[in-house]
């Protein structure tokens, strides 16, 4: 065995990025409509429909009021008989078309966000793996469920609300202005200020409960756990009181930060009302001196009174939509960053067109690696030469140099945080280096390797709840239930397997967590024993293992490079280093700056 390069030290592994720039964002309600692939016509008819059903209300109470103050005046039934009529039709009409408006917007929404999803799944399919193994898995079920959602709840909740209290609003203008101009824009400027100011305040609530508020908490966290986990350290080192105050002035700062996100929220709804009230008390008394000055009869003067009523149930939806809105930009945000990828990951450019047709390009030149690859029989060779690795941002690992020919074992070893796993990421295509340059088989890799020629199995790879054959299966859809059996064995799981009374049939826990850490272990090796890629990454294989698995370990790898496959393995266990060519030493962990 010879020793490889060893470097100085290294870095911290960075699960994520920080800082990503360049993102793009929601341009205007016509991108957003556009990510969801939902028509103009579809939110046409939705806002159609829901202007329906809330001017319904409107004219309600206009016709109401003209009903009321007309039969005052003691005239004939037939008179009132058509208003009556009206009445009744506008009271029905209002549900018919309230559900209407329900039945479009959320249809829109729904089939929207199962587009996005959909094209989201395929894009990440497309770029590779670099822009899913920069989040956690917690980020990437956020980014396609939760603000999917929210991407989706836009339509229903904000576009939607917002297009029928313009139309409902114009149209309540247009009623009052029609009886009395002046009537008409004193209600538009009371709309108006109703509709903008109240909204303008949610959104400053929100943001400061963003910004101002997520800081408070996270700090108030943070002295929480220092004085319950650290407790024994602070009352050694007589530091108890000053971590209870620390405390006490965490949860001062969020009760202050609560306060001064609820003041543009109190503020917001007391608007709404004053703004309200304003227009109704300003439509009176225009309407009370017109029917004085004889401008208007009593019942004219009754719709120009309380039409208004109606007229502001319109736009009080606009601060949560626009509260709604708000949520949306970021959740845009985080979503396109998940399916569009920054400068940082994106797939080297390829020649042969743009497009679909690289992306075709680009799948056939990966197939025809992989299948040239097999044919062969045997990995192409892997050189690092001077390659530091490192996530964005991170300070990068220490050069390291290496030959890994057919049949080859690399061993990777380090302090926890060095950057193995990253080095690993890297060796798989998935990240660029920092520095220096990966070759396989003569050319630079790249992320159309990754599953194909380099596959890699990861310390915390999932465990799917399903059978176990389609557990192995992950490795290699045609997996057979003999290939199964044997794979099973091989890693000394033949025990296990025939306790189960279903075989490989039996059903496993999602996660893996109806099995021990050492029976996880093994299967993620079995995997490994049936994938046909010549190159494979193993990531702390001999976890949790007890010495009879780290023998089936090395038995494992053995075998691979009796077939001249090669494998890279990271451990902490220096005792499986006898079945490895070459050591990279990345070295102690470092002090992050």
């Known amino acids: 065995m010879t020793r490889g390069v060893r470097g100085v030290r290294g870095t911290r592994g960075v699960r994520g990025v920080r800082g990503v720039r360049g993102v793009r964002g929601v341009r205007g309600v016509r991108g957003l409509l556009g990510e969801l692939e939902i028509s103009w016509r579809t939110i046409a008819l939705a806002i159609a429909a829901g202007s329906a059903a809330l001017g319904s209300a409107v004219l309600l109470g206009a016709t109401s009021a003209w009903l009321i103050a007309r039969a005052a005046q003691m005239p004939s039934p037939a008179d009132l008989a058509i208003a009556a009529v009206i009445v009744r039709t506008l009271g029905i009409s209002r549900g018919a078309f309230r559900y209407a408006e329900r039945l479009v917007s959320h249809d829109a929404a729904l089939r929207g966000m199962t587009n996005l999803r959909a094209r989201a799944y395929e894009r990440l399919e497309r770029y590779g793996t670099a822009r899913v193994l920069s989040l956690h898995r917690g980020d990437i079920v956020a980014r396609t469920g939760p603000d999917v959602d929210a991407l989706g709840d836009a339509v229903s909740r904000s576009i939607v609300p917002a297009g029928i209290a313009v139309v409902v609003s114009a149209l309540s203008v247009v009623v009052v202005g029609s009886q009395d101009a002046r009537a008409g824009l004193a209600l538009a400027a009371a709309l108006t200020a109703a509709a903008i100011v109240p909204a303008a305040l949610t959104v400053r609530s929100l943001r400061v409960t963003q910004e101002r508020g997520a800081r408070a908490d996270a700090a108030a966290t943070i002295a929480a756990l220092s004085l319950v986990e650290a407790g024994p350290e602070h009352r050694v080192w007589g530091t108890t009181d000053e971590a209870r105050a620390a405390l006490v002035a965490a949860d001062r700062e969020v009760e202050r930060a609560r306060d001064a996100a609820a003041r543009p929220a109190a503020l917001a709804a007391a608007l709404q009302v004053a703004f309200a009230g304003l227009g109704l008390g300003a439509a009176v008394a225009i309407g009370i001196a ?33 509260a709604q809105w708000y949520r949306t930009r970021a959740a845009a945000e985080r979503v396109f960053h998940l399916v569009e990828p920054a400068e940082a990951f994106a797939p080297e450019p390829r020649p042969g067109g743009a497009g679909d047709d690289a992306a075709g390009h680009d799948a056939a030149s990966r197939a025809s690696r992989s299948h040239a690859t097999q044919r062969n029989g045997a990995a192409p060779t892997l050189v690092l030469t001077d390659l530091s690795v ?150 702390e294989g001999a976890e949790h293992l007890d010495p009879e698995g780290a023998d089936a370990l090395r038995a494992l790898v053995r075998r691979r490079s009796a077939a001249r496959h090669s494998t890279i393995l990271v451990t902490h266990d220096p005792s499986l280093l006898d079945v490895v060519d070459t050591v990279i030493d990345l070295g102690p962990e470092t002090e992050e700056p």
């Open 390 to 539: 490192a996530w964005p941002g991170a300070t990068p690992t220490p050069p390291v140099s290496a030959v890994i020919a057919p049949g080859g074992v690399l061993g990777v070893v380090g302090a926890s945080g060095v950057g193995k796993t990253t080095l690993l990421l890297t060796l798989a295509g998935a990240l660029a280096p920092a520095a220096g340059t990966v070759t396989i088989g003569g050319r630079p890799i790249d992320g159309d390797d990754t599953g194909g020629v380099v596959a890699m199995t990861a310390e915390d790879a999932h465990v799917f709840g399903t059978t176990i054959l389609e557990n192995l299966r992950v490795a290699r859809g045609d997996v057979t239930v003999d290939e199964a059996r044997e794979a099973l064995v091989s890693v000394g799981l033949a025990p296990w397997l025939a306790a189960q009374a279903a075989g490989l049939d039996t059903e496993l826990g999602s996660g893996g967590l109806t099995v021990s850490g050492g029976e996880r272990r093994r299967l993620l090796l079995a995997r490994v024993a049936l994938h046909p890629a010549p190159i494979h990454l193993i990531d």
């Open 290 to 322: 017109a029917a004085r000055a004889g401008g208007l009869d009593g019942p004219a003067a009754a719709v120009v009174a309380l039409t208004p009523l109606g007229a502001f149930e319109a736009v009080a939806a606009l601060p949560a939509a626009a």
